[in-house]
């Protein structure tokens, strides 16, 4: 596994990491044991930064019960918003979501506390005395996180953001892969003036860079042409290239050097194990 410093954090993350969405596997019945052995199995290659959301369903519970079982440090983000579903995103909404959170995953604080959806919020609600950036800022003070970031596709509310200084980290999904480089010529540059760490999510795009036949369906599906046509001529370049289409899709993301970490939404650990050999 390679390393790469996130931003003005200075912490050094996995260039593959695990996202948290998926961990519950596809059998409720063994939601809690393949968990444990999908971040056992990261802990063992090396992966270091986990993300997770109240979002996610019993992401953050079963993570808990995992990091408990497993004798490995990991980076912990997570994110406010959506948990009630009613979220305000107001300063005291968000300490005591923090609050549940550190609970839940049953750690002292939090590496990095994040905005779920930056538009969900909006910029008068995120920036205003009593809103979101000022419960993070309590958050810190009050020990519950180290560092505090933004997550979310709203590409201009992220750079707007982003060139605040106020926040550490961004996480932009959907927007960076081989079918778009939306993100990297929008909230990159302004992500990279003021030393965040980026945190690319959905690297696969939904299945467009997965295994057939996912993938033949996703492609079926994609209503954007020139994207079709760019995602087409990139599977082209790669089709006879040892690797498999996802660890591409990963080591394609990775060649930008402004990314701290593309984050790997696994379900098992065989999933995991595909794309973290994209790192090397």
């Known amino acids: 596994m390679n390393y790469r410093v996130l931003g003005r ?33 990261a802990a063992d290659l090396g992966i270091n930064y986990i993300d997770t959301a109240p979002l996610y369903g019993k992401s953050e519970i079963l993570l808990g019960e995992a990091l408990a079982q497993v004798a490995a440090k990991f980076t912990i983000a997570t994110k406010v918003g959506y948990d009630p579903a009613d979220f305000d995103y107001r300063a005291d909404s968000v300490l005591r979501s923090l609050e549940r959170s550190v609970q839940r995953l049953r750690v002292g604080k939090l590496n990095i506390a994040q905005i779920h959806e930056v538009n969900m919020a909006g910029w008068e609600r995120i920036m205003e005395p009593g809103g979101t950036l000022a419960g993070l800022r309590a958050a810190q003070a009050q020990g519950l996180c180290d560092y505090i970031g933004i997550t ?71 209503e954007d042409s020139a994207m079709r046509q760019r995602v087409e001529a990139w599977l082209a370049s790669v089709a006879g290239l040892p690797g498999s289409v996802p660890e591409h899709a990963f080591r394609f993301i990775l060649a930008d050097a402004r990314v701290s970490t593309v984050s790997s939404g696994a379900g098992t650990v065989a999933q995991l194990e595909e794309v973290a050999q994209a790192a090397a």
Request: aromatic share 6%; net charge negative.
């Open 152 to 222: 979310g596709r709203a590409i201009p509310l992220l750079a707007q953001l982003a060139a605040t200084g106020e926040f550490d980290t961004m996480l932009v999904y959907s927007d960076y892969h081989p079918g778009t480089q939306l993100a990297a010529e929008t909230v990159f540059p302004t992500a990279a003036a003021q030393t965040m760490g980026v945190v690319i999510g959905t690297p696969l795009a939904n299945n467009l860079f997965a295994h057939n036949p996912q993938r033949a369906e996703a492609l079926a599906k994609l």
């Open 9 to 41: 954090t200075n912490l050094q993350v996995s260039a593959v990491s695990l996202g948290g969405a998926y961990l519950m596997g596809s059998d409720p019945e063994q939601q809690v044991e393949n968990t444990r052995q999908v971040v056992q199995r």
